[in-house]
């Protein structure tokens, strides 16, 4: 069964203290793996796809690395308006076409001036 | 371009009672997911259309929740009738679809519909 897990739940950062998230999976067969970012009150807004491991995405203060059985969301001097609920998710090869997707359960950040 | 549109943002019913929910995609999108997300958790899979087709509704209870795309445009997600558990944030989310190049398997969601059952 495809598994999605993410650490920390929550974390809390002053600005500009650096800081990794994790995602750690068990797929078979990866396809894609994504993260998103989710503020209070929305849906999910996409950030990032990763296809391959040793593959890296970056977007302003975000860096986004993969390896075979984890991801990592790397955030560079963090401000407050990129507090938000950061979610993974991995797309399976084969099943149901490839177009389903397993979400982990987010890391909450909160970024305090 | 308008993106995934959903109504009503936010409905409160006793327990029992039938809620309805709609879902119009972004235009073009043949795939169009319904999820549910508790609070703190990630979204869960409910039912994925491929045009008007069902494809995968295994994680849909389908005693009491049902949904259809009628056109394989605009989608409708009920349930009937609404436990307290139910109680959640309805997503639906849209995406290209197909498995050309273009496809990046990027999911566009919506704001969500928050369903509180008393």
């Known amino acids: 069964e495809d598994q999605v897990t993410q650490s920390p739940e929550a974390l809390r950062l002053q600005e500009g203290e650096s800081s990794s998230l994790n995602c750690s999976y068990t797929?078979?067969?990866?396809?894609?793996l994504f993260w998103y970012r989710q503020d209070p009150g929305k849906g999910p807004e996409f950030l990032f796809t990763?296809?391959?491991a040793g593959e890296e995405k970056e977007k302003e203060r975000l860096k986004a690395t993969l390896t075979k059985k984890e991801s990592f969301l790397h955030i560079t001097a963090p401000k407050p308006e990129d507090s938000a609920t950061y979610l993974c998710?991995?797309?399976?090869?084969?099943?149901?076409?490839?177009?389903?997707?397993?979400f982990g359960p987010g890391t909450r950040l909160s970024v305090l001036p | 371009e308008a993106g995934v549109v959903q109504s009503p943002r936010y409905k409160i019913i006793e327990k029992k009672q039938p809620v309805a929910f709609w879902c119009n995609p972004i235009?073009?999108?043949?795939?169009l997911y319904w999820y549910l997300q508790n609070l703190g958790q990630g979204p869960e899979l409910l039912i994925r259309y491929e045009n008007e087709e069902a494809v995968d509704d295994s994680q849909l209870p389908k005693d009491r929740f049902s949904a259809e795309r009628l056109k394989g445009v605009d989608s409708t997600l009920k349930i009937q009738p609404a436990e307290l558990g139910d109680s959640a944030v309805y997503l639906c989310?849209?995406?290209?679809?197909?498995?050309?190049?273009?496809?990046?398997?990027?999911?566009?969601f919506g704001e969500g519909s928050r369903l509180t059952v008393l």
């Open positions: 989310a849209s995406s290209l679809g197909g498995r050309g190049p273009a496809n990046t398997g990027e999911l566009f």
């Open positions: 998710a991995v797309q399976a090869r084969g099943r149901s076409g490839g177009q389903n997707f397993v």
């Open positions: 797929v078979s067969g990866l396809r894609g």
């Open positions: 990763l296809y391959s």
């Open positions: 235009s073009g999108h043949n795939t």
